[in-house]
């Protein structure tokens, strides 16, 4: 069904004639919480509210494989039109776990697997063919070198990995399209900032775990790269930077950690004489794995990027809270729940399954905090 609207975007969403709009819970179908969190973060999304409020989706969906878009479009228009206190996503549910075979059970996952695979889904079922031509050699390095979608438009960043051996000195470049940077969270012995509170435990701000992403890594030893023009592993640097900043940027918290602290890094990198190409992976071992409970501090606006922006890229840097998906619990149990900032009245709410409620803006800094979504504040 295609929503025509006699307003402009802007007066979209303050025009809905709903008891509820945005601000409808979504039923548990039993261990879903993790997919109710990040739909209700994703449906307080603007620009993605807008779209979907509107007759775009439906000429741009390709219907053979847009089954779970044309029902997560539906859940918006129950969330933003509807009259209710809460709706099922059993219909979005059940044929996003026929594309996805991982979620059709009813038991716990991870929610930024969920999202990766909802942002990817979306991007499949809208995607228009790119218009930018690639030059011969070059590996497809962006989810829009295979098209461009409204998932693209508004999620998708770039990073470049500047590479350089440090036996030959040979230099190249990695381009790498993100929908989501997950950030490590510094030990505690290197602790930047200390927060005095009851359990004395450490505090970090965002930027701290933004420092740890963007800081240059010497790979050495068993994490050596192997050097075309070298002939054998040699130990080399990698620097990352942004390249491309998205409207919409999301942070995952790494807060699932190998026990001591140790985290196995496998990397390769070949260069190819002709075309510069060469091929980087990182590949990390997972187990042993604990929770970290470690306070991150994030700001609510005025997140400023800029340190970690390339000089090439002309986005603008600086970003504003809209969003949480918190994780309360450990590992094999807990509960996901969303804090999200509303459109129209500028009000925090929580969203805990069905139950919606209205919350002061202290409360949205938790230390449950696993995924965080800003936009950008030239939108």
């Known amino acids: 069904m295609a929503w025509k609207w006699k307003y402009s975007p802007k007066e979209q969403l303050e025009n809905v004639s709903s008891l509820h709009p945005g601000l409808t819970g979504l039923q548990n179908l039993e261990n879903t919480c993790y997919m109710n969190a990040v739909l209700q973060c994703l449906c307080s999304l603007t620009p993605l509210v807008q779209y979907f409020l509107s007759e775009k989706w439906n000429t741009a969906l390709h219907e053979e494989i847009g089954e779970s878009a044309t029902a997560f479009g539906c859940l918006v228009s129950d969330m933003w039109l509807g009259e209710f206190d809460y709706v099922s996503p059993e219909a979005f549910h059940s044929v ?11 038991t716990q996952h991870d929610a930024q697997e969920f999202l990766i695979c909802v942002l990817d889904d979306l991007h499949e079922a809208f995607k228009e063919p790119s218009q930018e031509r690639q030059s011969p050699g070059a590996e497809a390095s962006t989810r829009s070198s295979s098209g461009t979608s409204i998932i693209t438009q508004l999620f998708e960043g770039q990073l470049n990995h500047a590479i350089r051996c440090l036996t030959c000195k040979a230099h190249t ?3 790498e399209s993100f929908t989501v940077l997950s950030l490590p969270i510094p030990s ?12 004395h435990s450490c505090c970090f701000l965002l930027h701290d775990c933004l420092e ?3 800081q240059p890594d010497t790979l050495t030893l068993n994490n050596q790269i192997h050097c075309y023009w070298c002939g054998s592993n040699q130990d080399a ?9 998205p409207q919409i940027i999301i942070f995952h918290l ?9 985290t196995t890094m496998q990397t390769e990198l070949r260069i190819v004489k002709n075309h510069s190409k060469f091929h980087f992976r990182f590949a990390w071992q997972d187990r042993n794995r604990k929770k970290l409970s470690t306070t991150v501090c994030y700001p609510f606006s005025d997140l400023d990027l800029s340190p ?5 890229c002309c986005s603008t840097t600086e970003y504003s809270l809209c969003a949480v998906v918190n994780h309360a619990g450990d590992l094999d149990y807990g509960h996901y729940t969303a804090f999200c900032k509303h ?5 925090w709410y929580s969203f805990d399954d069905a139950q919606v409620t209205k919350i002061p803006d202290s409360a949205v800094q938790a230390d449950t905090a696993y995924l965080l979504f800003y936009t950008s504040q030239g939108y």
């Open 96 to 106: 996003f776990g026929k594309r996805y075979p991982a979620f059709s059970n009813r």
């Open 173 to 175: 470049d990695r381009p």
């Open 188 to 199: 505690t012995r290197v602790c930047s900032l200390q927060v005095q509170q009851p359990t």
């Open 212 to 214: 740890c992403f963007f």
């Open 237 to 245: 640097t990698v620097k990352a930077s942004i390249t491309k900043a």
């Open 254 to 262: 790494k807060r699932y950690s190998l026990s001591g602290g140790k």
């Open 308 to 312: 970690y922006i390339s000089t090439s």
């Open 343 to 347: 459109s129209v009245t500028k009000h």
